[in-house]
């Protein structure tokens, strides 16, 4: 499993960069992973954070890369599926991937995820969010995955190559790559199916028989990434630390709520990273 990590962060926006820099000012060791783009880089023009003016938020959002990039900050392609506290430290599953960490700061952006009927009450009972974790349970399976993410096609292949009987759902064409073995069909799930385990899925035009159903998505919903996190609506409860109210779990940015501003992100981010680089020296001190 490797070298624990001082400071997990999971998001590399504003408020991941901030957290990610100020860490490494106080001499902690940094993973940080990200596996999509955030809203600010897709802003057209911001006028509103200090010293910037006049700037798209892609040429904004290039600078603090630069900046972080700088300071031996390395964005690592992964999403976090699961986090699991172990007393004094967390388990973080990045795409099948166990990585030990002393903190973790959550720092996702606005969750935009909506839960289907049935897939929290069915959740490790045959949805699942990883495929590389979870696929070797299903061999000689049936599993539906659901296009909801760039790389879906590239799991659902994976899934066929072990010996998973694979139908893939997606809204858009199918993707040219996509393994000839494996079945498409255009629509979305409306619902997921079953008592204890999954059974079938209902896409509104028909219900289809399946064992499992993959949600591949760009991002998980913050409660279902680790049990027990207090939320205030769709957003993340946390303290003036950045605390939530699982000890050594921090949250930053538009994750935390209103309002959904660069300059909050930016701060929250230095202020949770100061507060768990804090708590790290003071424990091993």
């Known amino acids: 499993m490797g070298e624990i990590v001082d400071i997990i962060i999971i998001g590399a926006g504003p408020a991941g960069l901030s957290a990610a820099v100020n860490a490494l000012v106080r001499g902690k060791r940094v993973r940080i992973f990200s596996n999509r783009d955030n809203n600010l880089s897709k802003a057209e023009r911001v006028d ?17 890369k630069e900046h972080a990039e700088a300071m031996g900050v390395k964005i690592e392609d992964g999403k976090a599926v699961n986090i699991l506290p172990l007393g004094d430290s967390f388990m973080v599953n990045v795409n099948g991937q166990i990585i030990e960490s002393k903190k973790v700061i959550l720092a996702m952006g606005i969750s935009k995820v909506k839960e289907l009927p049935g897939e929290g009450r069915l959740l490790g009972n045959g949805v699942s969010y990883c495929s590389t974790c979870d696929g070797m349970l299903y061999r000689g399976k049936d599993a539906v995955v659901w296009d909801q993410s760039h790389d879906a096609w590239e ?7 072990i010996g998973v009987n694979v139908t893939f759902i997606s809204n858009k064409p199918r993707h040219e790559n996509l393994s000839d073995n494996v079945k498409y069909i255009k629509g979305r799930i409306e619902e997921i ?8 899925v209902n896409t509104g035009e028909e219900i289809i028989k399946t064992d499992a159903v993959f949600m591949l998505r760009d991002a998980v919903a913050p409660d279902t990434l680790i049990e027990g996190l207090e939320l205030d609506g769709s957003f993340i409860s946390v303290n003036k630390y950045m605390e939530t109210n699982i000890p050594g779990l921090y949250a930053a940015g538009d994750i935390t709520g209103k309002p959904l501003q660069l300059s909050k992100a ?19 001190s």
């Not at 509103?48 to 603090?64: Q, V």
Request: hydrophobic share 40%; glycine share 8%.
């Open 266 to 284: 930016v701060s929250e981010g230095l202020i949770a990273a100061q507060h768990a680089a804090l708590q790290i020296d003071k424990k091993e």
């Open 155 to 161: 799991e659902a292949n994976f899934l066929q190559s």
């Open 193 to 200: 199916i079953g008592e204890n385990t999954v059974e079938a």
């Open 48 to 64: 509103n954070h200090l010293g910037f003016y006049h700037m798209t938020g892609k040429e904004l959002m290039d600078k603090f």
